[in-house]
């Protein structure tokens, strides 16, 4: 069965956990692109120049395929993996998660490293407002002038979202629509036998 819907955070938000006297601050952030984890780390960078270490994983798109866990310094695995376990332990995606530890002169281990990342993560991630959001699916339609207001409705019946509309001799909407409900509003449009609708952009 298709998945349809996926859960992410509404706001970043961050939390603290300390252990013999170093401080691992957790910062989580809703982010949708490698891009935007690029800039949340540099502005932590610059923010908490101070620090150690800047640790952080992500998981991004809605079938949480694009990942990455980073130690930034820290022993292999000991930072990077707990972070982005926490993040699936949670089910989210489109989440960053940077920890940024100051050093406090006690070395942990790798065990108090891994139950550290992991502590901060969660308690970042356990403060967060979470989102289910409906994954959703663009379509194009064409139909002449006097069907557009079918067109319309349907969509709206079906909790679709009118993205473009291009009215000239004949009208083309661009529509998203949740996916667990574009099969029976496609079906619905087509019934019409005057709706046309295409999965891919149309080349203009």
């Not at 859960?7 to 692109?33: H, L, M, N, W």
């Not at 529509?175 to 409900?181: D, G, K, T, Y």
């Amino acid at each position: 069965m298709a998945i349809e819907t996926y859960k992410t955070i509404t706001a970043p938000v961050q939390a603290e956990f300390k252990d013999k006297g170093s401080r691992f601050i957790a910062f989580a952030y809703p982010v949708q692109t490698a891009d935007e984890v690029k800039q949340y780390l540099e502005s932590l960078k610059e923010a908490h120049h101070k620090a150690r270490h800047w640790c952080y994983a992500y998981r991004l798109g809605v079938d949480g395929t694009r990942f990455r866990a980073n130690d930034d310094g820290e022993p292999s695995g000991s930072a990077g993996r707990p972070i982005l376990g926490q993040i699936d332990s949670a089910e989210l995606t489109d989440v960053l998660v940077v920890v940024v530890r100051y050093f406090g002169g006690t070395l942990l281990g790798v065990p108090g490293l891994i139950h550290a990342y992991k502590t901060a993560t969660a308690e970042a991630l356990a403060i967060s407002e979470t989102v289910e959001k409906n994954i959703e699916k663009t379509v194009w339609l064409r139909c002449e002038y006097p069907h557009l207001n079918d067109a319309i409705r349907i969509a709206k019946q079906y909790q679709g979202q009118i993205l473009a509309q291009d009215l000239q001799l004949d009208c083309r909407l661009t529509v998203r629509l949740p996916l667990a409900n574009s099969e029976s509003c496609i079906a619905a449009w087509l019934h019409t036998r005057q709706i046309e609708v295409d999965l891919e952009e149309p080349v203009k």
